[in-house]
Each structure stands twice: as structure tokens, then as C-alpha cells.
């Protein structure tokens, strides 16, 4: 099938055989766009997370034919260097990553929830950040997160 | 003996691990004084294809054999595990003044490619800005010859990588005073320039067009407190890469004109593979050949969709021996079974039956690396050459299994180490590397080839479930007079790629499974540590600190009780069993400084527990307080409170990113992750079925205190993960009454 | 044994072509003293039919009582700490439909059917009888306010309740369990007990 979408800001047409093939795929292997993680494949781990109409998703379970006429946001489209969304800029504070694989889909986990939550609480951050770091990041992770919810404050 | 040395039977040297060392560390001082004469080899290349206008290199291996065979038991350096016979440690200077450095260790998320940066930089005069770290390919000839492992990185490379960038700096000093008409000793350098008499040169600018170049005598290292960066918390050199999502891992790596593999692998322990029907799949969508071979049935695709629903299609019959149960494994890892060897040997022995010993068992599961990024690599094979680009700890030794199993030479195989998407060990073994260079081979393109998540699961190189028994006798006063550690494993080091059969034969055991098994309490007057191994139906090996997660666990709850049965704060207990001189002296510092930043008590306050414990692993000491409480018989750790001594901290905030990973893997480690055996499966195949800390489950709050008690770094990645386990048990203890002595913790 | 299935189901699919034309509101559940004995004692066993269906996990896992979906044949909490939320579809930013989207998904192994989520908490059926089950599922009060009418369309009609006998693959590729009654034999018996009035075995 021939997919229309937008992703990072720009219109976007590709041809894709299968229409169940996950999103993911299609962000990393056909418009090479390889921020956005192959984990586990079973949405479990959460490093392909991205957002689909301002929504986290986990793009390894999510069928390319349901992005049709949506906005796709991936890490590359989040912030820039000379742009850094906010929790970008407080990952860069905190000197957050270490291996750095999973981290892409923790931002972008973090970004969908101070959209909706512009000022979560640990359990908030509890619940929602649901994805699995393995150099277990995840105390300057919080730090991070409540910084990037001050700096989205500002 | 505090260190082990092995020896092959040309005797050799191979290769040194440093263990627990008694001796002061201000006898390393004395022995860097006594090197000082010491005049390394250095290659020397000036534009040569790709290079950049000056690279040099250096054998920072041949130093250290000896230096070791001269001080061996008084270094507390651990040598650099590198090639003997060729340069294995270089850098260039490239035409826009940028020092490219091609690390042989390569990154993981350790942070050795900021800490190496920042060495590199001071010696060398440049602006951490200006440095770009590489992990080095084989195809030059110089990686590792052994492994990125041991935390070992920057420990090993302390001296001679220093060593390089200053006699680089003299070089480029040397010549710019040619150019220049003036004299060396006028010339100062700074980012990357050289100044003096009035005149400026860039080091790109002096390097160039010069063919021949005067090496030096080694220059005497800089003091470490006038460096600009080392012991800073420099920003990591990868930070931006990582945050804004660059394509750095393998397995983000492609290849002109890629194809992609998928590969059925054994569901069962021990299976091996005897047909396939692959007639449904070799007709699909996308397929463009099925691959099989002896052992395995891949099929490679245009896409990994098609590659993965043609994997789907495609009927394999195995066969599976024997199911293999838990209740097996458990019973043939046991004290008293297996292979028997002391490892550690002070005083008397304990007579089990005498009165007053007391004995406690304790267990640990196995446990799965469950790194984020699957093992996989790109792999093209053509023209008897090969090209493999993927996340490995062994660049060296995936070299020569590629060109061992597709019968090249080994310089025709060029290996191209990408950042890790995490290590912890599992990427020590890399046989899927030679998978995708034979799926390469039958196709003549660049095939990229990964592990799905159950295969991850699955074909894992586990950490070895172990067993132990703790003996102890408490004397009169209240204090351990004997303290016994047996403790029984699987394979770590042992049938280990890293290790060859003959140091095994030779030493008899598994110093992997020994990490952390010593008794550290030097005044305990009969104390020794006795290994069982057995190697089990399924590969098991490195793991993040390998048995010190395990093994302190055991002492360390079991010197709890102790301290409890003698009615001792187990602060006070602990100390009163250390002496004062070298590394007793600096566990006893950790401890010291742990119980007062903490602000130890024994007592349970607003339903939170503390507990404490201590270890010391590759001469690094560490000690941490937890505070826990307990809600629905669910563990939730509070606040961890960690001291750590690790000697000179090159950056001191990747030294605490590394303590914080530590302790969450370790509470991952103890509190969540077993894997189980089911109809002769291993299980989980899947993360949440297989437990880890997630944010909700680790600490808020990790306070760390770092000491430095030596005049070097020395291992920072692994040692912290020794207490945390233990830690917790001791508060739970004081919480509920209860010992836990199986991990991972289920209170019943 | 396609030919004696159909043979079976045939006079069930007839008796569902009339139940479908008729009007429930003359059986109205608190309203419901014409039932007749006969009926009571045919309705039990359609009754029982509906309830293998509903008191399975494939049913019961979205109705938890304790706010934690359950995943499973084994109806273990939901991994991850997944939980109800503040309107039955998760927390704010980590939704059902994160993961789970409008269908099943073959790649990943992840179940999905249109509106993903929990049952509301006034339907919480975890650990509750069949006969409770069945007087919360009828009770305006806790089915939120729904006539019977809507239901048997609940029931019989809702791709989040039929998703129970398409539940696709797991994890590891291998079909899920689907309820120990066929799908027919399920919306058959419903219908059937509807238009016998609805009755609650005693």
C-alpha cells in the first residue's frame, strides 16, 4: 500500500508491501530514521517508543497502516542540538545516558507524559515510564524528568 | 598471594588479574618511579590512506609483562590485556586539527571513551573538543587482543595511553621547532597549538609533510592534580550522539545494498538442529534465499518483515536429547559437587559438627544480560574478504572466529566494534557474528543479521545459578575466630573464549565464579573460601561482576547474622575484623565513611529498615546502606548510601553514574530476575515475565561518597554491585525478622 | 465433523434469527414476574453456556477488581505495573493503547481490538459468582445505566468482547486459549437467556 504521513514535520509517501509491517521498520529501515530502538519486538521494553498524533506508541507493535494521514514525532524530530526539547536538555544536564539504546524511547515516553502532565510526580513518573533501561538509569532519569518539567515551565 | 599469574606452558605470560591486594597501594608509586627509564616503541605513520596527517601507535603490552615479572604482586595496576606482538593503541591527527583516538576498548555506556578523552587531552594539550574517539577496527591490526571487560579499561590504559599522548606532544614539539627556527624549549603547547617566539603553529600544521620523525625518550607524566580534565566530571564525549538519537549501535549499521536475515535457533537446552522443511517459506514475499547449513536454517529477505514472516513459515525438527528440569540443575549445583578447589586458605579448618558453628545456605538464580540492544551484526563477505560491522566486546577474538569458521586469513577479516547497546558481558561471545558472515557468504551481499528477544532469552550466556554454604564460630568476645565461604557455580571464566583450556587446567578455577568469593576480613584468624564447579547443560559466563553479586550476598548476610547472634552493631562488628594496613585499611575506611554518611542505625524507623554491607572486588572497596521498607511483602528500596574507593576517579560523575547502575542492576539482580527451566526451556523469553527494577522499583535517592585511598584508577564498572544485594537482605532482616537467603528475595 | 458442527449449530442460528427480532423490553430484568417455570429451566443452561464465556480470563482479565488488568490463562497483574487509570485506559501518557492498538498484532504478539481498556470499576467481576457477575451485568446502577437491550449488544455484538475468540498469538507465536464455548454457542446461549427473560438461576 502507498502510506501518506508526516513525520518530523514532513510530508512523507512510501510504498509498503505488507500493511501490518510495525512502523518501526518503516521509520528505521525505510526512511532511516534509526533513533527509534528495536528492543524486544513485543512491547515490552519500550525503546521504539515514538509518538503517533502526540500519543506514545511502541512502534514494534503498531502497524504501519495506522499511521496513514498522522503525525509521526521521533527522537530525531524532538529537538535538535542547536534545539533541544526540554527533556533533551535536562538528559544533557543530568548527563543521563550510559549505553544510551534505550534512551531515545525514554524520552520520548518522558515527552508524551509532560505533554499530558507538565508537572508529574515521582508516582506519576512511576506509572508512566514504564520502559526498561539496563545500565538501570533510572535515579538520574527522574532527576532528569522533574528537570525537564521545569524547563518546559519556563 | 594477593594476585594470580598465568602462565602457559612456554611460560609465557598471558595475562593477569589483580585480586584483592594486601599491600599498600603506595607501592605502585614506587614502582611507576622505578619505570621511568622505560622507552616505548612507537609506530610512527605519517598520510597513509584514510589516516590523518600523523598517527602514531605503541605496544603497551610489552611494558607491562615486565613490569609484572619484575613487581608483579606489588602493581596495583592491572595490566593492559592487548596484543603482544602488535601496536595496539594509536591515535592520529587529522588535517582539521582533530585528534582522532581509535580506542581498543570500546564503549558500553562505561564511559571509557570520555575517561580516555580526558587522558589523552591533558597530556597531550588539546581541548577535550578537539578529540574524537573511535573504536578500533581490525582491519588496521590493532584492537584488543582479549576483551573490553574486568572493568579494567581505564585502569589498564592509565599509563601507557598517557604515556603515548605525551611523547606525541614532544614529537609535534620537536618538529614545530624546526619549522619554526626556534628552540624545543620555548615552545608551550595548548589546544592543539604549539606557540613560542612569537609564532603559532596548529599540530596539523606541523605534522604535515613530515616523513620523519624524532621519537623521544618517554616525557615523565604530568602531576595528576594539574590536569585540566582528568578528575573532573567532564560531560560524557558521546552525550549529544545519545540524546538526540544518532545512528551509533549495530545495530543501527547498514551496508550498500543490504539484505536481512532471520535465523531459527534451539528452543530447548542442549537441542541441535537435524532438517528443515522450508518449502512454504522459500516462496514468500521478499525471500531471497533460504540458507542451511549443518547446524542452522536462515532465511535471508529484502526486508526483516519478510525476513521474519518467512522465518515463521519455515518447519525445523531438532533434536532435543533430553528436557532438562530445574530440580536437575539445582541438584547437580551443589556444595560438595563438582570440581573442588580452595581458593582462598588461612588458619584451621572448621570441623562442621564442633559446637558453636554455625552454618547458613544461600542461593542465586540464573540470571539473563538482558542487554537493550539484541546481539546481531552486518556482515558482507565477498571476494575471500570480510567486512562485519556490530556491538562486541572481543573485536579480537570475533577476528579470528570469522576467519576460523570461513576459512579466511585473518587480516582479510575486518572487524568494526559500533557502540554497545549495553555489554555487562554478553557480548563476550559473538558467535553470531560468523552466522551473519555465512549468510553474507551465500549471498554475496551485506546481510544484517540479529537475534530476536526470545532468541536473546533463550541462547543467552546466563550468570551460573550458584550455591553456598556459610560456617562461622563466634568467639568469646563476640568476634568471628573462623569463617568459612563454600560456594558452588557454573561456568564463568571456565570454556570461556577469553580463557584458554590451559590456564584453566593449570589454575583449576573459575576465577569468574571467584570474584567477591574471598573472605576480606583480614583478622579473622581461620578464614577460607572453597569453590565447587560444574559446568551446566546450558553456557553460562560473564555477568556484570561476575560472582560478586552472588558471593557477597552470601558473606555478607551471613557476617549479618553473625554480628546479630553476638549481639554487635554490625558496623562496629565488621571493622573490629579489619586491619589496619593497605586494603584492609581502605574497606575499613568505605565502611567507616558509609555507617556516618548514612547515619547507621539498627533501629527501625517510620517503618524503614537500614542494612549495611561492604565488599572489595579487583581492589576496588565499596560499602552501602540501603533503607527499605515493605509494603504487601513487596521490597521497596528507599535510599542507598554508597562509599567507594576506586583510587584516582578520572571523571568522577561517570564514577557515580557507574555506582548508581550498579546498585539499581543489583536490586534488579537480587530483588527480580530468575530464569527457570520449563519443559527443558529456558524462561522467560520476554521482559516482564522476566523481572527487572523498573523506574517504580528503584531508588530515589542514591547518595555516594567517593575515596580515593590509591594513586591510580582502578575498576569502577563492576565493584559496586557487591553489597547492594546483602545490603538489602540485612534490612529486610531488621524489618521482619526473616533471612532471605535465595535470591532473587521473596518474602513469604 | 464441519458437517455435524453445522448440523448443531443450525437450530441455534434459527432460534437467534427470531430472538433478533424481537422487542427485550417486555423483559425488562427488575420487571420480570411473567417468567415461567419452563423457561427458568431451559434459560439455566444458556445461562451457564454465557458464563464458561464470560467468567473466563480472556473475559475476566479486563474486569479486575483490584484496578490492575490481569494477562493470561493464568491472570497474572498486568507486567509493568500497568493499572486502570483515571478513565479505564491506562495513565496519562502510558495507555492501553501504547501497546495495544485496534487489532492483534502477528509481528509483536500483542492483542488489540477497537476501545482496548478496562471494563468501568463498577464492572469489576474479578472473583465474584457467576450469579453476581450476572446481577452486576444486569444492574443499571453498575452497568452503567444500560437497558438490557444494549447489553445483549454488549455481549453479543462488542469486537473488545468477541475479541475473545480471536484473541491471535502470544509472545511466543502460539495461539492464545479462547473461551471453552465456540463464539456461535456463546452469542446463541446469550440470546437465548435474554429473551427467556433474563433470569438469574437462583
Known amino acids: 500500500m502507498k502510506l501518506s504521513f508526516n513525520i518530523n514535520g514532513q510530508p512523507q509517501s512510501v510504498e509498503i508491501e505488507d500493511p501490518n509491517t510495525p512502523l518501526l521498520w518503516v521509520v528505521r529501515d525505510i526512511m532511516n530514521l534509526k533513533g527509534t530502538k528495536f528492543g524486544c519486538g513485543k512491547a515490552a521494553c519500550g525503546a521504539c517508543t515514538l509518538h503517533v498524533d502526540g500519543e506514545a506508541v511502541r512502534a514494534c507493535s503498531y502497524p504501519a497502516k495506522f499511521a496513514e494521514g498522522k503525525k509521526v514525532v521521533t527522537i530525531e524530530g524532538l529537538g535538535t542540538r542547536e534545539n533541544p526539547h526540554p527533556v533533551q536538555q535536562a538528559w544533557i544536564e543530568h548527563v543521563v545516558p550510559q549505553c544510551g539504546y534505550c534512551q531515545p524511547g525514554f524520552m520520548m515516553a518522558t515527552a508524551a507524559l509532560l505533554a499530558e502532565n507538565p508537572n508529574p510526580t515521582d508516582e506519576d513518573i512511576d506509572n508512566n515510564i514504564v520502559n526498561v533501561c539496563r545500565c538501570a538509569t533510572y535515579t538520574r532519569m527522574r532527576k532528569a524528568i522533574h528537570r525537564a518539567a521545569e524547563l518546559g515551565q519556563e | 598471594m594477593p594476585s594470580i599469574v598465568f602462565l602457559n606452558c612456554k611460560k609465557k605470560y598471558i595475562s593477569t588479574i589483580q585480586r584483592f591486594n594486601k599491600r599498600s597501594a603506595s607501592t605502585s608509586k614506587k614502582m611507576n618511579k622505578n619505570k621511568k627509564s622505560s622507552r616505548r616503541k612507537f609506530l610512527v605513520r605519517g598520510g597513509l590512506g584514510t589516516l590523518g596527517v600523523l598517527a602514531i601507535g605503541t605496544y603497551v603490552f610489552r611494558n607491562p609483562i615486565r613490569r609484572k615479572t619484575l613487581s608483579i604482586s606489588e602493581s596495583l595496576i592491572p595490566p593492559y590485556n592487548g596484543s603482544g606482538t602488535e601496536a595496539n593503541l594509536w591515535f592520529e591527527i587529522t588535517q582539521e586539527n582533530q585528534v582522532v583516538l581509535h580506542s581498543s576498548k570500546v564503549e558500553m555506556g562505561q564511559g571509557t571513551f570520555t575517561g580516555l578523552a580526558q587522558m589523552v587531552a591533558d597530556e597531550l594539550d588539546v581541548a577535550i573538543e578537539q578529540i574524537k574517539v573511535v573504536g578500533a577496527a581490525s582491519a588496521t591490526g590493532i584492537v584488543d587482543g582479549l576483551s573490553t571487560g574486568g572493568s579494567l579499561s581505564i585502569a589498564s590504559l592509565w599509563v601507557p595511553l598517557r604515556e603515548m599522548a605525551a611523547t606525541m606532544r614532544e614529537m609535534v614539539k620537536g618538529e614545530a621547532a624546526k619549522k619554526m627556527g626556534v628552540s624545543v624549549a620555548s615552545l608551550s603547547t595548548k589546544d592543539g597549538v604549539v606557540s613560542g617566539g612569537g609564532k603559532t603553529m596548529t599540530y596539523a600544521e606541523v605534522a604535515t609533510d613530515v616523513t620523519d620523525w624524532d621519537v623521544p625518550s618517554t616525557p615523565d607524566l604530568r602531576p595528576v592534580n594539574t590536569y585540566k580534565y582528568v578528575g573532573k566530571p567532564v560531560p560524557r564525549v558521546d552525550l549529544a550522539a545519545k540524546v538526540f538519537g544518532d545512528p551509533i549501535f549495530g545495530m543501527d549499521a547498514e551496508m550498500p545494498d543490504m539484505l536481512h536475515a532471520a535465523v531459527i535457533r534451539p528452543e530447548h537446552v542442549g537441542a541441535t538442529f537435524k532438517s528443515a522443511d522450508t518449502s512454504k517459506a522459500a516462496g514468500m514475499s521478499g525471500v531471497v534465499k533460504i540458507v542451511e547449513t549443518p547446524d542452522w536454517v536462515g532465511v535471508i529477505a529484502k526486508t526483516f518483515s519478510q525476513a521474519l514472516s518467512a522465518k515463521r513459515a519455515i518447519k525445523v525438527d531438532w533434536d532435543i536429547p533430553k528436557k532438562w528440569t530445574e530440580s536437575e540443575i539445582k541438584d547437580m549445583l551443589q556444595v560438595g559437587k563438582g570440581d573442588r578447589m580452595i581458593t582462598q586458605k588461612v588458619g584451621d579448618e572448621l570441623d562442621p559438627e564442633e559446637e558453636g558453628v554455625v552454618a547458613m545456605e544461600f542461593s542465586s538464580p540464573i540470571g539473563a544480560h538482558a542487554q537493550i540492544e539484541p546481539n546481531g551484526a552486518v556482515a558482507h563477505v565477498v571476494d575471500g574478504k570480510a567486512t562485519i560491522m556490530l556491538s562486541t566486546q572481543v573485536v579480537g577474538i570475533t577476528q579470528k572466529q570469522v576467519a576460523t569458521a570461513l576459512g579466511l586469513k585473518k587480516k582479510n577479516v575486518n572487524i568494526i566494534p559500533t557502540f554497545l547497546g549495553g555489554g555487562f558481558g554478553r557480548r563476550l561471545n559473538t558467535s553470531h557474528a560468523v552466522t551473519a558472515a555465512k549468510l553474507s557468504q551465500a549471498v554475496g551481499k551485506p546481510v544484517k543479521y540479529f537475534f530476536t528477544r526470545k532468541e536473546e532469552f533463550q541462547n543467552d550466556t546466563f550468570r551460573p545459578p550458584t550455591h553456598h554454604i556459610m560456617r562461622g564460630k563466634l568467639n568469646a568476645n563476640g568476634l568471628l575466630d573462623s569463617l568459612e565461604h563454600h560456594y558452588a557455580s557454573g561456568d564463568v571464566a571456565i570454556n570461556s573464549a577469553l580463557m584458554p583450556g590451559v590456564v584453566n587446567t593449570i589454575l583449576g578455577t573459575d576465577i569468574g565464579a571467584m570474584r567477591g568469593a574471598n573472605i576480606m576480613y583480614g583478622k579473622i584468624k581461620n578464614h577460607r573460601s572453597v569453590q565447587w564447579h560444574t559446568t551446566l547443560p546450558f553456557a553460562t559466563s560473564w555477568w556484570r561482576s561476575l560472582g560478586l553479586l552472588a558471593n557477597t550476598f552470601a558473606i555478607e548476610s551471613f557476617i549479618d547474622e553473625m554480628a546479630l547472634k553476638a549481639g554487635k552493631n554490625p558496623v562496629d562488628f565488621r571493622l573490629a575484623m579489619l586491619g589496619t594496613a593497605g586494603n584492609q585499611a581502605r574497606i575499613r575506611k568505605v565502611i567507616e565513611v558509609a555507617a556516618a554518611k548514612s547515619g547507621y542505625t539498627d533501629e527501625v524507623v517510620d517503618g524503614k529498615a537500614m542494612g549495611f554491607a561492604a565488599s572489595i572486588d579487583t581492589g576496588s572497596p565499596c560499602a552501602q546502606v540501603v533503607e527499605v521498607s515493605m509494603v504487601d511483602k513487596e521490597i521497596k528500596v528507599h535510599k542507598v548510601t554508597c562509599a567507594f574507593d576506586c583510587g584516582v576517579a578520572v571523571n568522577p560523575d561517570q564514577v557515580r553514574s557507574q555506582c548508581e547502575g550498579s546498585i539499581n542492576m543489583g536490586i534488579s539482580g537480587a530483588l527480580h530476575e530468575k530464569m527457570t527451566l520449563k519443559d527443558g526451556q529456558l524462561y522467560p523469553t520476554i521482559y516482564g515475565p522476566y523481572q527487572m527494577a523498573l523506574m517504580r522499583n528503584t531508588p530515589k535517592e542514591i547518595d555516594i561518597h567517593l575515596i580515593q585511598g590509591a594513586d591510580v584508577p582502578l575498576p569502577v564498572g563492576e565493584p559496586p554491585l557487591g553489597p547492594i544485594g546483602a545490603a538489602i537482605g540485612n534490612a529486610v532482616r531488621r524489618l521482619t525478622g526473616k533471612r532471605v537467603v535465595d535470591l532473587p528475595m521473596r518474602i513469604v | ?202
Not at chain 3, 453445522?6 to 423483559?27: C, E
Not at chain 3, 486502570?84 to 485496534?102: P, S
Not at chain 3, 471494563?119 to 453476581?132: F, R, T, V, Y
Not at chain 3, 498469538?169 to 429473551?195: C, H, L, M, Q
Request: charged share 20%; proline share 7%.
Open chain 3, 1 to 202: 465433523m464441519n458437517k455435524l458442527r453445522l448440523l448443531y449449530l443450525l437450530p441455534i442460528i434459527l432460534f437467534a434469527t427470531i430472538l433478533l427480532a424481537t422487542d427485550f423490553s417486555k423483559y425488562d430484568h427488575t420487571d420480570n414476574s411473567t417468567t415461567v417455570t419452563k423457561e427458568v429451566a431451559a434459560n439455566t443452561d444458556d445461562f451457564d453456556k454465557m458464563m464458561q464465556a464470560l467468567t473466563h480470563p480472556r473475559c475476566l482479565n479486563c474486569h479486575p477488581s483490584d484496578n490492575k488488568p490481569k494477562q493470561g490463562i493464568d491472570q497474572h497483574p498486568h507486567y509493568f505495573g500497568v493499572a486502570r487509570g483515571k478513565a479505564d485506559h491506562g495513565f496519562e501518557a502510558t495507555k492501553c493503547n501504547t501497546c495495544h492498538q485496534k487489532e492483534n498484532n502477528e509481528f509483536s504478539g500483542v492483542p488489540g481490538a477497537p476501545h482496548w481498556g478496562l471494563a468501568p470499576s463498577s464492572m469489576n467481576w474479578e472473583g465474584l459468582s457467576k450469579n453476581e457477575i450476572a446481577s452486576s451485568m444486569m444492574d443499571r446502577k453498575q452497568n452503567g445505566g444500560k437497558s438490557p437491550n444494549e447489553i445483549l449488544k454488549h455481549l453479543t455484538e462488542d469486537p473488545l468482547v468477541l475479541w475473545a475468540w480471536d484473541p491471535g498469538v502470544d509472545v511466543a507465536g502460539n495461539p492464545r486459549e479462547t473461551p471453552p464455548i465456540s463464539k456461535e454457542e456463546y452469542i446463541a446461549a446469550v440470546k437465548s437467556w435474554f429473551a427467556g427473560g433474563a433470569v438469574i438461576p437462583k
